[in-house]
């Protein structure tokens, strides 16, 4: 009887060990997309002021990027696609 309890414990632990572990390895990848996705953003944004900026110094305007707009001749242009 000894023995049949102690083989349902190690089966028991081991249960719980490996679930534990797909647990963890699906939150990993889960957490890993999602840093993923965020450097996707950032790396998009980056690139979008990168040509709105180039885009007001080819028209011969001062980028405020503060506010992300084109000043030129004292008028506030909006660059980039909306």
Same mark, same amino acid.
């Given at each position: 009887?000894? %023995?049949? #309890?102690?083989?349902?414990?190690? $089966? $028991? &632990?081991? /249960?719980?060990?490996?679930?534990?572990?797909?647990?963890?390895?699906?939150?990993?990848?889960? =957490?890993?997309?999602?840093?993923?996705?965020?450097?996707?953003?950032?790396?998009? &944004?980056? !690139?979008?002021?990168?040509?709105?900026?180039?885009?007001? /110094?080819?028209? %011969? %305007?001062? =980028?405020? =990027?503060?506010? #992300?707009?084109? !000043?030129?001749?004292? $008028?506030?242009?909006?660059? %980039?696609?909306?």
């Amino acid at each position: 009887m000894l %023995g049949a #309890g102690a083989a349902a414990l190690v $089966l $028991l &632990a081991w /249960s719980h060990t490996a679930a534990y572990r797909a647990g963890r390895t699906y939150e990993q990848a889960a =957490f890993a997309a999602k840093i993923t996705k965020e450097n996707d953003n950032a790396g998009n &944004a980056a !690139e979008k002021w990168r040509t709105d900026l180039r885009r007001c /110094s080819d028209a %011969g %305007g001062v =980028f405020d =990027f503060e506010t #992300g707009a084109c !000043e030129r001749d004292g $008028l506030r242009m909006v660059v %980039g696609t909306p």
